[in-house]
């Protein structure tokens, strides 16, 4: 039997709803931040504490693996009007890298997967609302090695979002 790529066991539907549910969670937060009271006991506050941060970072690693397994499979493009699509929506590069000895340069989206998938810290970028709690700014920093060199990456979740609801 032959074996399918695990994205494929995957329903589109599903993936399609974490994407969203990244979207807004990143996006959402500063609605949250305007509604706070700025003290250290606020009920919104504790929603960002227990679910913005830990939820965002499932939920775009979930996206990585999943996408990049797809992109890497046989079987993406999905289908001649996929790949038109996709033709017609060229891939515009989702952050920055930095690796140790080396000058910047832009990241593509497989290679922000690559980067979440073997990352060993990503947290979130803040912003501060003057009496308000801080909310996330739609920007990502991973750090990491390879072969023993140090590397840094920052992702925009809008671009990254982006890039990946066209991978499907």
Known sequence: MDAFPTTLLIER?????SIYE??????GSEGLAK?????NRDEFDKLRLRHEIAQGSKLLIEIA???RNFIDSEKWPMDPVHEIRVEERPEMNVGKIIEEGKKEKEL?????????????????GMKSLPGKMD????????????EGKAWTANIDVSKFVRMAVRQL
């Open 13 to 17: 539907p599903l993936i399609y709803a």
């Open 22 to 27: 990244l979207s807004a969670i990143v996006f």
């Open 35 to 39: 509604l706070s009271t700025g003290d």
């Open 65 to 67: 693996v999943v996408l």
């Open 108 to 124: 593509s989206f497989r290679q922000a997967c690559n980067k979440l998938i073997h990352s060993e810290k990503l947290s979130f």
């Open 135 to 146: 909310f996330l700014d739609g920007s990502v920093e991973l750090h990491g090695r390879r």
